[in-house]
């Protein structure tokens, strides 16, 4: 039987590993996806620096090095991943030129303290982005308020960027924005048009989580049938709009000029509710010029057992009528999603800190051994 992971690249949909940790770059793992799983890009964020970095002993060899020396321990968790990144984009390299720069790509996200910081967001966004060096890296940065205007500004001067921390309709539709406003900015200063690449990070799972403990009060059928089923609907009502942004009118003298559309990306797609299939936010979210980052549980269930078919399309009439309900149960679908987006910057941040505490207990033991 087929690898259904290797399968979906007949939908155009790639697969991205939510994953990254030096011994996987070192002892084949990453590898070894990339050969037999067609893994197509990375994506990384605080909480998954802070899992490696702090459980396990692959970064013990450069915290040493680094150990006593006058660096603050942002530098030197810094230090850490940029060398990962800088790994990762390496192994990526000949994927990022055989697809002609569409695909490759290593996320590293900007300090999730800064996210309502636009100045200090493109500042760190471009300082990370040099500090690479590879052309198939791209930066994290938030949609919130603040990070929008630092979205324009960085596609604007030739950075690739990833989206992150989207929830609704109107993030989507300001990310969008951004990117071709970004986009035109780069042409007027004869930027070359498809160097620029980026990815709209549409977060899945954490919705259903969210709204389902809301039904779960509402004593009624239509609440009930509604449990697992708004973020796959609000995720495929976002996929009609880019088809219209991106296929239609608004994008179409920048899709002449040769640009690169933004992509979407399913985020947080592993299941959280046991009740639901372990593959549930990969096989109903597949479709043609689009992102699935998996966690490594996911990657395993959908390897052994996922289904691979054009699902994302499909059923889309009843995607809208099933977002067409909340109302009428007097669920306020638009503060549910920005409560999940300010909440998912608070535990970025958290993550963050985490981190930065990880590094420190690790270098304290290398002062005193």
């Not at 324009?152 to 950075?159: D, H, P, V």
């Not at 007097?330 to 999603?337: G, K, P, R, Y």
Request: glycine letters at 6%.
């Amino acid at each position: 039987m087929a690898n259904p992971l290797v399968a979906l690249q007949e939908f155009d949909q790639s697969f991205w590993y939510d994953n990254i940790r030096r011994n996987f770059l070192e002892d084949g793992t990453i590898q070894r996806l990339i050969e037999a799983d067609g893994l197509r890009g990375i994506t990384s964020n605080p909480s998954i620096f802070e899992k490696a970095i702090g459980s396990s002993d692959d970064y013990d060899d450069q915290l040493a090095a680094l150990a006593g020396s006058e660096t603050d321990t942002e530098e030197i968790y810094e230090a850490l991943a940029l060398a990962d990144i800088r790994q990762a984009c390496d192994l990526f390299a000949d994927l990022y030129e055989e697809t002609g720069k569409q695909d490759g790509f290593v996320s590293l996200e900007v300090s999730p303290h800064l996210a309502h910081d636009t100045a200090g967001t493109i500042a760190a966004a471009r300082r990370l982005y040099a500090a690479v060096g590879r052309p198939n890296v791209m930066i994290k940065v938030p949609a919130t308020a603040a990070g929008i205007p630092a979205i324009e500004t960085l596609i604007g001067l030739g950075l690739n960027i990833n989206i992150t921390l989207m929830f609704s309709m109107a993030h989507y539709e300001a990310v969008a924005q951004a990117y071709s406003n970004g986009l035109r900015h780069w042409l007027n200063q004869g930027g070359e048009p498809g160097q620029v690449a980026s990815v709209a990070s549409f977060f899945v799972s954490r919705v259903d989580t969210a709204v389902d403990k809301q039904l779960e009060t509402i004593d009624t059928p239509t609440a009930a049938g509604l449990r697992g089923k708004v973020a796959i609907a609000n995720s495929k009502v976002v996929y009609q709009r880019f088809r219209e942004i991106f296929h239609g009118a608004a994008f179409a003298d920048l899709a002449r000029a040769g640009c690169n559309v933004q992509r979407l990306l399913w985020a947080s797609t592993s299941t959280k509710n046991p009740d639901y299939p372990d593959t549930l936010y990969i096989d109903a979210l597949i479709g043609p010029q689009t992102v699935n980052t998996m966690p490594p549980e996911t990657v395993d269930a959908f390897r052994d057992h996922g289904t691979v078919a054009p699902s994302l399309t499909t059923a889309v009439a009843e995607a809208h009528w099933v977002l067409e309900q909340l109302p009428a149960l007097s669920l306020d679908f638009e503060a549910i999603t920005e409560q999940l987006q300010a909440d998912g910057v608070a535990a970025f941040s958290r993550s963050f800190d985490a981190l930065l505490d990880a590094v420190a207990k690790k270098l304290q033991q290398f002062d005193s051994a």
